[in-house]
């Protein structure tokens, strides 16, 4: 990519989309393009093409998306997929009336089957049913996975999906009824540490294992992948490695300070077993996540205490 092009990043102001924004700017890069929701409405597919139109960015990163825990997904199942699709659909499309051929739209690991063997391979997508409380918004992000390879393949574009992991960091969701499980996590413990509670309780049985990757590396992933022009199939983004949502409690009272115990509610879903991303693919091109969780959280335990702890009540 030339330091002087011309890049938009659609949902700059989520979490995603600021670290790329961020890493961007680090890089050199001054031309970047950003637009709130009440400037440019993704759903919006005639605001979309237009503003394409008009601007014709050289490269887009796609960051918008709606997004939440296992009770969000769960409870607005129409909301996700309808909401999902219609901005992948606005974007890819609206990109390749407006002559934009260099594209990277981002997913989630959550596209995979339940069951998956572990670690996850790219080859696995389609092959299992999906985990249910998550599946509207795991459908219209293997959509756009599609997407990208069919506009690439009818029209010859340089549309590329990445398959995140769990992530975390500045600009995370802290609202406890839509956020996942770290960042629910960073804010019960802070809670529970200021009101000198003597247990901290998380839900499930603290069994499943997840992959923690800090939003940083996903942006220092998206823009490498970009300047380096890649244009293969979809990519899993990812640590390689994981730990138990137990041990994960464990590590952010660690971070925190919280002195009281920790305790489990079987009660409460536990989701997908396991997910763990095989990320050689990625790795073999020359990237590879560099921050480790318990820094990671301690970044983000900073930002929570200077943008959102002083707003609680």
Same mark, same amino acid.
């Given at each position: 990519?030339?330091?002087?092009?011309?890049?938009?990043?659609?949902?700059?102001?989520?979490?995603?989309?600021?670290?790329?924004?961020?890493?961007?700017?680090?890089?050199?890069?001054?031309?970047?393009?950003?637009?709130?929701?009440?400037? !440019?409405?993704? $759903?919006?597919?005639? %605001?979309?093409?237009?503003? /394409?139109?008009? &601007? =014709?960015?050289?490269?887009?990163?796609?960051?918008?998306?709606?997004?939440?825990?296992?009770?969000?997904?769960?409870?607005?199942?129409?909301?996700?997929?309808?909401?999902?699709?219609?901005?992948?659909?606005?974007?890819?499309?609206?990109?390749?009336?407006?002559?934009?051929?260099?594209?990277?739209?981002?997913?989630?690991?959550?596209?995979?089957?339940?069951?998956?063997?572990?670690?996850?391979?790219?080859?696995?997508?389609?092959?299992?049913?999906?985990?249910?409380?998550?599946?509207?918004?795991?459908?219209?992000?293997?959509?756009?996975?599609?997407?990208?390879?069919?506009?690439?393949?009818?029209?010859?574009?340089?549309?590329?999906?990445?398959?995140?992991?769990?992530?975390?960091?500045?600009?995370?969701?802290?609202?406890?009824?839509?956020?996942?499980? !770290?960042?629910? $996590?960073?804010?019960? %413990?802070?809670?529970?540490? /200021?009101?000198? &509670? =003597?247990?901290?309780?998380?839900?499930?049985?603290?069994?499943?294992?997840?992959?923690?990757?800090?939003?940083?590396?996903?942006?220092?992933?998206?823009?490498?992948?970009?300047?380096?022009?890649?244009?293969?199939?979809?990519?899993?983004?990812?640590?390689?490695?994981?730990?138990?949502?137990?041990?994960?409690?464990?590590?952010?009272?660690?971070?925190?300070?919280?002195?009281?115990?920790?305790?489990?509610?079987?009660?409460?879903?536990?989701?997908?077993?396991?997910?763990?991303?095989?990320?050689?693919?990625?790795?073999?091109?020359?990237?590879?996540?560099?921050?480790?969780?318990?820094?990671?959280?301690?970044?983000?335990?900073?930002?929570?205490?200077?943008?959102?702890?002083?707003?609680?009540?």
């Amino acid at each position: 990519m030339n330091k002087a092009a011309k890049i938009y990043v659609a949902g700059n102001r989520g979490m995603v989309g600021s670290a790329i924004v961020r890493f961007l700017r680090s890089g050199g890069y001054e031309n970047i393009l950003t637009r709130t929701h009440a400037e !440019l409405d993704l $759903l919006n597919q005639e %605001a979309v093409h237009q503003f /394409l139109q008009a &601007e =014709k960015p050289d490269y887009l990163f796609i960051a918008a998306a709606k997004v939440g825990g296992i009770q969000s997904n769960n409870t607005y199942r129409a909301d996700f997929i309808y909401q999902n699709l219609m901005i992948e659909c606005n974007l890819i499309h609206g990109a390749y009336a407006a002559g934009i051929h260099h594209l990277i739209s981002l997913g989630s690991s959550c596209i995979y089957p339940r069951d998956c063997p572990q670690p996850i391979k790219e080859e696995y997508l389609l092959s299992g049913p999906l985990e249910q409380t998550n599946e509207p918004y795991a459908i219209a992000k293997i959509a756009g996975i599609k997407l990208c390879e069919n506009y690439n393949r009818q029209y010859g574009t340089h549309y590329v999906s990445l398959m995140p992991t769990n992530l975390y960091g500045p600009g995370d969701t802290y609202d406890l009824n839509n956020s996942h499980v !770290l960042p629910a $996590l960073i804010r019960k %413990a802070h809670e529970a540490k /200021l009101r000198n &509670e =003597k247990a901290l309780v998380v839900w499930g049985s603290g069994r499943p294992r997840r992959e923690f990757m800090h939003v940083d590396d996903l942006a220092r992933a998206c823009v490498m992948l970009m300047e380096q022009g890649y244009n293969g199939p979809f990519l899993n983004i990812g640590t390689g490695t994981d730990l138990t949502i137990r041990e994960l409690a464990e590590e952010v009272i660690k971070v925190i300070g919280f002195q009281g115990d920790l305790q489990l509610d079987s009660s409460k879903p536990d989701g997908t077993p396991q997910k763990l991303l095989d990320v050689s693919k990625a790795n073999a091109l020359g990237w590879k996540a560099q921050i480790e969780l318990r820094t990671g959280i301690a970044n983000a335990y900073s930002w929570f205490l200077e943008h959102i702890a002083p707003g609680l009540k």
